[in-house]
């Protein structure tokens, strides 16, 4: 401010010391701002998190895509493998492993609960 535009009316004055203290106060909550290093970290921080958490949420989206992506293969190439093993000519015993598994987890039980009671006996 030079010497010219000084106002020489009080009222005039009070309101230019008004108006430069409201400017100093918001000069000193700026420096105050930038030397509170332990704020400026917490609010780092804070934005990193943020970001990391968008980066998060953007990976499952893919990551739930993807899965469906490779459920809708997996389930089509099962049906595939089925009907050629339905289709082939094989033995029934082949074609439907269920039965073949069941007889032979009877015979593994059968089989133990002999040797348990022989064990037992013994």
């Not at 704020?39 to 980066?55: H, L, S």
């Not at 089509?76 to 339905?86: D, N």
């Amino acid at each position: 401010m030079s010497g010219v535009d000084k106002p020489t009316d009080p009222a005039a004055l009070r309101a230019e010391i008004a108006t430069t203290r409201a400017e100093l106060g918001h000069t000193i909550e700026a420096l105050a701002a930038k030397t509170d290093v332990k704020a400026r970290a917490q609010d780092a921080a804070g934005q990193v998190t943020g970001a990391a958490r968008e980066k998060l949420g953007a990976v499952r989206n893919q990551a739930a895509d993807l899965t469906g992506a490779v459920a809708d293969k997996a389930s089509s190439a099962a049906a595939t493998v089925r009907h050629a093993v339905r289709d082939a000519d094989l033995p029934a015993m082949v074609r439907r492993p269920v039965p073949l598994a069941a007889l032979v987890l009877g015979t593994v039980a059968v089989g133990l609960a002999i040797y348990l009671l022989r064990r037992r006996r013994s």
